[in-house]
């Protein structure tokens, strides 16, 4: 009996080791940084960008896979960024008025190929008016939609997690409030998945 329990210790001992020996799928400061020591209450990716950025252009379809494969349990928001280029706020007004109508996921794209592929970015609000009404929006929703409580609180939003988090540089990916993703051109859709799929469980373990 006693060398069976011997045995069986050796054996538990050399699985724990084992296990403790498995290589790291990925590697801090190479793949992801640590930006705070707390993280948020519950699983959540954000992702702050800007229809100008032609870098969060060519990501986009990476995110939109990471959409179709997320867990129900883990938030996402989008955060767009102006840093004060005049084109760039009037795209961050468009994505909040998508957003403020109900019609975000709707239009996200069509505002990407409007700013991205046909080169024609907004430049005043009438840009932006006449762009949604274009997609069906009809003019006093418009209005309606551009002094909600909904649009200024979301731009409020954003403004506060620009600031928590410094954002200087788009795209950019938050996990968990904690992690941030080292976007490079090497980091292909798959992979990406996997990243953000190990760092929304790393404080689990």
């Known amino acids: 009996m006693f060398f069976r329990k011997l045995s069986l210790l050796i054996l538990t001992a050399g699985l724990s080791t084992s296990l403790w020996a498995l290589p790291v799928p990925f590697e801090e400061g190479t793949d992801y940084d640590v930006i705070s020591e707390q993280g948020s209450v519950s699983k959540e990716v954000l992702e702050f960008f800007s229809y100008n950025c032609p870098h969060c252009f060519s990501f986009d379809p990476t995110m939109e896979n ?6 129900e349990d883990v938030r996402f928001r989008r955060v767009p960024v102006g840093f004060g280029r005049s ?3 009037r795209s961050a007004d468009a994505f909040v008025l998508a957003k403020a109508l ?3 996921a709707a239009l996200h794209s069509g505002i990407f190929n409007r700013v991205q592929t046909l080169n024609n970015p907004f430049k005043n ?9 274009a997609n069906g929006v009809k003019e006093e929703e418009f209005d309606k939609a551009l002094k909600s409580f909904t649009a200024t609180t979301l731009s409020k939003t954003h403004e506060s997690l620009l600031k928590k988090f410094t954002i200087t540089s788009v795209p950019t990916v ?5 992690y941030k993703v080292n ?3 090497e980091l292909d859709s798959q992979r990406f998945i996997r990243l ?5 469980k790393l ?3």
Not at 174 to 178: A, F
């Open 66 to 71: 990471f959409l179709a494969q997320k867990p």
């Open 87 to 89: 084109t760039w706020e």
């Open 102 to 104: 109900g019609k975000g």
């Open 125 to 133: 609000e009438a840009d932006v008016r006449a762009f949604f009404l």
């Open 174 to 178: 938050i996990v968990n409030g904690k």
């Open 183 to 185: 976007i490079s051109h």
């Open 196 to 200: 953000v799929d190990y760092l929304l």
């Open 203 to 205: 404080d689990m373990y």
